[in-house]
């Protein structure tokens, strides 16, 4: 059974950092691409951040480009997140998911959500 777990969320101040990580289960996280997704209250889910499977390529939307740098640990089954000069809004639940090898629009396997709430 394919898993991903997240974890990290949080609350902190603005200009803060926080550090998510995706934990994967049931399948072989190398082969993988791995994206992070966030929805806030009463908005749609964007994807903010990929990092595809052998070479690593990343991407980022423009609104956390030089804030957020995304990793893996294709040893430790894990893919992280690094969140810093977080803003308010910032603020949403973010998602990690899996697909074959290249990021793209469509992913197969979803984690569950982790809270990242940035206030005073």
């Known amino acids: 059974q394919s898993q991903l777990v997240e974890s990290g969320g949080g609350l902190v101040q603005p200009g803060g950092s926080l550090r998510l990580s995706c934990v994967t289960s049931?399948?072989?996280?190398?082969?993988?691409?791995i994206a992070w997704f966030r929805q806030a209250p009463g908005k749609e889910r964007e994807r903010i951040s990929c990092?595809?499977?052998?070479?690593?390529?990343?991407d980022y939307v423009d609104s956390v480009k030089a804030r957020f740098t995304i990793s893996r640990d294709n040893a430790k089954n894990t893919v992280f997140l690094q969140m810093n000069s977080l803003k308010p809004e910032d603020t949403a639940v973010y998602y990690c998911?899996?697909?074959?090898?290249?990021?793209?629009?469509?992913?197969?396997?979803w984690g569950q959500g982790t809270q990242v709430t940035v206030s005073s």
């Open positions: 049931g399948f072989n996280l190398a082969t993988y691409a």
């Open positions: 990092i595809s499977s052998f070479d690593a390529t990343t």
């Open positions: 998911a899996a697909r074959r090898f290249v990021c793209r629009d469509d992913y197969e396997y």
